[in-house]
C-alpha cells in the first residue's frame, strides 16, 4: 500500500522512540517511580519562566491577525534580527537578519538544507556515531549517509575515516557538537582538522562542501568548557540551532539556520531555502513560537541540573566498572555495552527495568546510550539496579 | 552550489509569493491604503476570541515540562480524541484519536503523505486548476504531478480528462473543494462521478489508489451550500484539515490528517506518516497549537465577511463585463483575463495597483486569481481601478 522505501525504511528501523513507548507501557504495569527511563533526549529541567511569560505578553498585546498571519517563509525579520543580534554579541559575527532563516527546529533545518543541497545520490558524511535521524534525513530525498567512524577511544573526529569518506558527489558533511549520542564536545584541535581536510577536499574536487553545523546542545557543556562555533573555522558553514534544550521546549518546533554572507552561493542558498520551506510543507516556523524569541533568546534552563545528573550517572558507572567515555557536553552517556551485542545488552538491561538505546542505532555498535535529562532521584535509585546488571553480567563470566 | 532540483526549480518558479512581496515594495511607494493587493490568500478576518483565550489559559494552567516537552509524533492523543469528536459529530464518523494525526497545517500533511506512498517516479493526479505548490510537494520526493483538467465551463473535475490521466504509476490523487484557486466548491454529482472513476481505476490496476482531500476551506462555503464529505463517497481517502482558514491563524501551522480504520493498509499508512514526521523533520506538530485545538475545535471565524466580499467583487466585476465564474467557497475569485497571456494581464494590473495572480501558475492558464480575504473598503476602492483597466483594453481593441 505504501511505498517501498517507506516499508524498507519501516522494518529496518530501530526506533528509539519504539523504547519511548515501550517505556510508557512499562511505567503502567510496574509504576513510573520504578521504571529507569534513560532511552530518549525528553529535556526534564523546567523551561525558564520568561518563556510563558513572553507568550502571555505577546497574546494578550500584539494585534491577533498580524501575530497568526502568514510570516515571510523564513520568518519574522524582527525576530531574525534578534537572533543574529544575539549571535554577534556572543560570537563576534556580522549577521543581519538577511543570514537567518527560522525553522521549526534542528531536524526541520537539517531536512530544509538537505532538500537545497541534494540531488539523487548525492552524499553526506556525518561522523559516526551519529542522532540516527541523519540516515532518514538524507535517505528521504534520496541521497546517501556515510559515516566516518571516531575515535573510539576519544568519541572525537578521526582524520582517516573522515578522509576515506569524500567522493566526487560529497556535497554536505554533518557535524554534532556537543553530540547526541555520545556526550562528546569536539575540541578546537578536531575542529581544525575537519576543517583542514574540508579545505583540502574542496580544492581537490573544485567544489564547495558545506560544514552544516548541528548545535541543538550548544549550551549544554559541563565544566566550564568551550564550545568553538564553528563558522570561525570554515567559511562554508551553516549553523543549525534549535531551542528545544536550552529553553526545554521541543514540542515546540522552533529553531534556525545561520548563514554568513561570505558562504559560497549564499544568495543562492537562501533563496532554496526559502523555497524548501514551501516545497516540503512547512511555509514557516510557528508564528507565536518565533515571536517569544524577541525576549527569550538569550535565555536558558539551569544547565547545572544536567551536571549534577552527569556526574552522578558518570562517577556511578565508572567505580561499578563500566567503560564509560567522559561527556563535556549534552545530556547522554555513551559507554560500552557489557556483552559484544548492544540490543541484547539492552533487553538484559530492560529487566531490571532499565532503558537504553543501543549504540547500533547510532551507528555505534557495542556501546550504549542512556540520556541523563531524567531527575537526580532517578539516577540515585537506579545505580543498585545498574550494579545487578552487571553483577549479573559477572556470574555469567564465571 | 545548490542542487540541480532546486536550481531548476527556482528558475522555473512562478511564485506567487514574490507578487506577496513585491506587493509589500509598492506599498512602501503608494501608501499601503491604495494598494489593491489580492495576490495572496493570508486571511483577513480576525481569530475568534477563544483563539487567544485558550492559548493564555494553558500556558497558565498547563505543567510547562508536560506542555512543552515532545508528544508523540502524530499528536497529543487528547488533542486527536477531540478532533475524532468532533468529526463524529459533524460527519457522522466513528473516528477514535487513532485515526488522527496532528501536523503543522495541510501543507506538511500533503508532503507527509506523499513521502508515505510515493516512490521515484510515482504519480499523483489532481484536478486543474490547482493549487500551485502541489506541485512541488510532489516533485520534491521525485514523483510526478499529473493534472486533469476540469471543465472549463463550470470549474468542476471532467470525467475524461480524469480517466486520461491515470497510468500504472497512479498512487494518489489529490482533491481540493472549496477549491483554491478557483472557489468552486465541487458538487455532490461530481465527486461521486470522481469516486466511481476511482473505483474502476482500483479494479483495472489491482492496487488501492488513495484520494487525498484537502480541504483547509472546508468550513468557508457560502448561500448555505453544503461541502460533501469525501471519506463518504469512497472508503480510501485521506482527510487533510488545516485550522488557517476557520481561524485565520495560518502563520501557527496546525492542522490533521483523518484515516479510517476501513481504508485499505490502514496500520501501515499510519506507521508510515509516524516515520514521516520524524524523517522529513517536523517531529511533531508544534504542543501549544494543539492543545490550543481542545477548546477551538469547533471555533470559527465570522465566515460572512467573506461572503459579502465575494458578492461586491462578483457582482462589481460581473456587472463591468469581466468573465467570472461564481465562487462558491474558500475566498478566491477565478476570472478570465483581457488577453491571452494571463501574466502580461497581470502586468498591465498592477499598473492600476491591482495585484492579481496568474491562472498559468495553477496550471489555469488564460485567468487570474482575485484573493478576496481583503477589507471590504478595499474591494470597493479597488472596482474603479478594475474599470479602468476593462476601459483600456476595451480602448486597444479599437
New interface residues.
Given amino acids: 500500500?505504501?511505498?517501498?522505501?517507506?516499508?524498507k525504511?519501516?522494518q529496518a528501523?530501530i526506533c528509539i522512540?519504539d523504547i519511548f513507548?515501550e517505556g510508557k507501557k512499562l511505567a503502567d504495569i510496574y509504576g513510573k517511580e520504578n521504571i529507569f527511563d534513560f532511552s530518549?533526549g525528553?529535556?526534564?529541567v523546567?523551561?525558564p519562566a520568561i518563556?510563558?511569560e513572553s507568550?502571555?505578553e505577546i497574546?494578550?498585546t500584539e494585534k491577533?491577525?498580524a501575530?497568526?498571519?502568514?510570516?515571510?517563509?523564513i520568518g519574522h525579520p524582527d525576530v531574525r534580527a534578534k537572533v543574529a543580534e544575539y549571535l554577534n554579541e556572543t560570537y563576534k559575527t556580522d549577521y543581519t537578519f538577511e543570514n537567518i532563516a527560522m525553522t521549526?527546529?534542528a531536524?526541520?533545518?537539517?531536512?530544509?538544507i538537505s532538500?537545497?543541497?541534494?540531488?539523487?545520490s548525492?552524499e553526506v558524511i556525518t561522523f559516526s556515531p551519529y542522532f540516527w535521524?541523519y540516515k532518514?534525513?538524507v535517505?528521504?530525498?534520496?541521497g546517501k549517509l556515510v559515516p566516518a567512524l571516531c575515535d573510539q577511544k576519544t568519541l572525537q573526529p578521526d582524520p582517516d575515516t573522515f578522509r576515506a569518506a569524500f567522493t566526487e558527489r560529497t556535497?554536505l558533511v554533518f557535524i554534532n557538537t556537543p553530540n547526541n549520542p555520545t556526550g562528546a564536545v569536539y575540541t578546537e584541535e578536531s575542529i581544525r582538522m575537519v576543517c583542514d581536510i574540508l579545505r583540502e577536499k574542496e580544492q581537490e574536487y573544485g567544489?564547495?562542501i558545506y560544514l552544516v553545523s548541528d548545535e541543538p546542545y550548544r549550551q549544554l557543556a559541563y565544566g566550564g568548557i568551550k564550545v568553538p562555533y564553528i563558522p570561525h573555522f570554515y567559511k562554508n558553514t551553516l549553523v543549525v540551532y534549535s531551542y528545544s534544550k536550552a529553553?526545554?521546549?521541543?514540542?515546540?518546533?522552533i529553531g534556525y539556520i545561520a548563514v554568513g554572507s561570505d558562504v559560497?552561493?549564499f544568495a543562492?542558498?537562501m533563496?532554496?531555502i526559502t523555497?524548501?520551506m514551501?516545497?516540503?510543507?512547512?511555509?514557516?516556523?510557528?508564528?507565536?513560537?518565533q515571536k517569544m524569541l524577541l525576549k527569550c533568546v538569550d535565555a536558558s534552563v539551569d544547565v547545572s541540573q544536567y551536571e549534577r545528573n552527569r556526574n552522578l550517572l558518570y562517577e556511578g558507572l565508572t567505580a561499578m566498572g563500566y567503560e564509560c567515555i567522559r561527556p563535556d557536553g549534552a545530556f547522554y552517556l555513551f559507554f560500552r555495552a557489557l556483552e559484544e551485542d548492544d540490543a541484547k545488552f539492552c533487553a538484559e538491561a530492560k529487566k531490571e527495568l532499565i532503558l537504553l538505546a543501543p549504540g547500533s542505532a547510532f551507528h555505534g555498535p557495542g556501546f550504549v546510550r542512556a540520556s541523563y535529562c531524567v531527575s537526580y532521584d532517578v539516577i540515585q535509585r537506579s545505580l543498585p539496579a545498574f550494579q545487578r546488571l552487571m553483577d549479573s553480567y559477572r556470574k555469567k563470566e564465571k
Fill in positions: 500500500m505504501i511505498s517501498d522505501k517507506m516499508s525504511s519501516l528501523a522512540r513507548e530518549i525528553n529535556p526534564n523546567e523551561p518563556v510563558n507568550m502571555i497574546l494578550k491577533p491577525l501575530l497568526h498571519g502568514y510570516p515571510s517563509n521549526s527546529g531536524a526541520a533545518a537539517l531536512v530544509l532538500n537545497t543541497f541534494l540531488d539523487i548525492d535521524e532518514s534525513y535517505e528521504s530525498l534520496y556535497r567544489h564547495p529553553l526545554s521546549i521541543p514540542g515546540e518546533r559560497d552561493g543562492e542558498i533563496a532554496g523555497a524548501s514551501r516545497y516540503l510543507g512547512y511555509v514557516n516556523a510557528p508564528s507565536l513560537q
